[in-house]
């Protein structure tokens, strides 16, 4: 995969889709969850909270993806997104500079979604002090 300084996460519980990406070009790479997480239902005077535990692997599988990146979206549409801030915060906490924001998008088609990510990481760059 040719390096490319713009990154975007798309993220569920199912799968990941990661572009990296310039003006021109776009390279793609799809990871999946070994293990999805499922709807868990709490039930009254039974132990734990009802959540299931962070899929580590997934998660450092999909940082690992992103870590040479220097601005990144990260999308999705639910928690998982939130997961994956919080992962990198605990674990890779220099990473989280590079994050250039965190936003809901549904299911977009995999175009759609790099048009967006272009579009808000150029918007970003602009809000960003310029060096002299």
Do not use: C
Request: glycine share 4%; no cysteine.
């Amino acid at each position: 995969m040719e390096n490319h300084y713009r990154a975007v996460v798309w993220i569920d519980h199912r799968e990941a889709r990661i572009f990296h990406f310039n003006a021109a070009d776009v390279d793609k790479l799809a990871l999946e969850s070994e293990s999805p997480t499922r709807k868990i239902h709490h039930k009254a005077n039974v132990i734990g909270s009802g959540h299931e535990a962070e899929n580590s692997a997934f998660l450092r599988a999909v940082v690992d993806s992103v870590s040479d990146a220097g601005a990144i979206l990260v999308a999705g549409p639910a928690n998982e997104k939130l997961e994956l801030i919080k992962f990198i915060h605990h674990h890779l906490p220099k990473l989280m500079s590079r994050i250039a924001g965190v936003e809901t998008v549904d299911h977009p088609s995999d175009g759609a979604l790099v048009a967006y990510a272009r579009k808000y990481l150029k918007a970003a760059d602009r809000m960003r002090p310029q060096r002299t």
